[in-house]
């Protein structure tokens, strides 16, 4: 039973924008804050962005501040990530999280690939 699906991945050169996109079961979407992640070759998997239940308070990892924005839709129990302005160290498996209080990871997406070409 999929529960967060991620789409909007790609291939775009630095400089670029992609819109990552996260569909959530509705009994998820509805109970938990969200968040994205990314992991690159190697390296550990890192909180990029979250946001609350409402969408009223969000937070931003410094590497992505003023070039990356979350939002969600919860009508439409999805949730996104504009990425603007992106960078060749942005590419990394990005992954959807629905998390519990204290930010506890309850279920994860299956992760959509962006690369950033220099």
């Known amino acids: 039973q999929v529960q967060l699906v991620e789409s909007g991945g790609g291939l775009v050169q630095a400089g670029g924008s992609l819109r990552l996109s996260c569909a959530a079961s509705e009994h998820i979407f509805s109970s938990y804050g969200m968040a994205w992640f990314r992991q690159a070759p190697g390296e550990e998997r890192e909180l990029v962005a979250a946001?609350?239940?409402?969408?009223?308070?969000?937070y931003y990892a410094d590497s992505v501040k003023g070039r990356f924005t979350i939002s969600r839709d919860n009508a439409k129990n999805t949730m996104y990530l504009q990425m603007n302005s992106l960078k060749p160290e942005d590419t990394a498996g990005y992954y959807c999280?629905?998390?519990?209080?204290?930010?506890?990871?309850?279920?994860w997406g299956q992760g959509t690939q962006v690369t950033v070409s220099s």
């Open positions: 999280a629905a998390r519990r209080a204290g930010g506890v990871v309850a279920y």
């Open positions: 946001i609350t239940w409402t969408g009223s308070t969000t």
